[in-house]
């Protein structure tokens, strides 16, 4: 019988709510001893092409440059029935501008250090910095099968907010004062209403 040797590790689980595609849940799995780190979505937004992402994960590894992690640029694609594959980039040119802008980008042979078949473009991550490794997870994995591009999004969400009610809001001066024992200076007690709430504040003379 095969015995899996056991290693010391860190696994965090991480909740996001990406405005894009919807909220996911993440585990991250950090092996120390082979300096790897890896990625793995757990639970996806609702949909045909997201529920596909479920269990899928994005390994980070040691690069030549200490302290940085590398990962092999590939894009989720869908075809018109739904179905998922991946497509590791040829050129620079293949990269999202998000992660061009956003992450620094090396060759494979320079960041790794050798050649290998199929293997262009790398992102470069700290090795701290969980945060942009999910981040690239969604950029890569999921961004690319949204219906509708971060731009159409953000317009959408920008309207939605000009269309919000402005909450009322009633400033009453009660003529009370307050002096600060220390320097002297006075303050005036308003008392501030809101549809929801009520509280004081004090406002210097």
């Not at 894009?75 to 739904?82: C, E, P, V, Y």
């Not at 959408?156 to 809001?169: A, C, D, Y």
């Not at 004062?177 to 809101?194: Q, V």
Request: with cysteine.
């Amino acid at each position: 019988m095969n015995l899996r040797q056991l290693r010391n590790g860190e696994v965090n689980y991480y909740r996001i709510k990406d405005f894009l595609t919807g909220e996911w849940l993440f585990k991250l799995c950090r092996d120390k001893e082979l300096g790897k780190v890896l990625v793995k979505a757990i639970k996806c937004p609702p949909g045909v092409r997201f529920a596909q992402l479920e269990g899928n994960s994005m390994v980070f590894q040691q690069s030549q440059k200490e302290g940085w992690l590398y990962d092999i640029i590939s894009l989720t694609q869908a075809d018109q029935n739904d179905k998922l594959s991946r497509k590791v980039v040829d050129t620079l040119e293949q990269v999202p501008t998000l992660i061009r802008e956003n992450y620094e980008i090396k060759p494979y042979e320079e960041a790794v250090g050798k050649t290998a078949p199929g293997k262009h473009w790398v992102t470069l991550s700290k090795t701290e910095d969980e945060k942009a490794m999910i981040t690239l997870f969604l950029l890569e994995r999921a961004w690319t099968l949204s219906p509708t591009t971060p731009e159409e999004k953000l317009t959408t969400l920008q309207e939605q907010e000009k269309l919000k009610p402005t909450e009322r809001k009633k400033e009453i001066d009660t003529g009370q004062t307050w002096k600060c024992p220390i320097c002297g200076d006075e303050f005036r007690l308003k008392h501030i209403e809101k549809e929801t709430t009520t509280k004081h504040a004090l406002k210097k003379t």
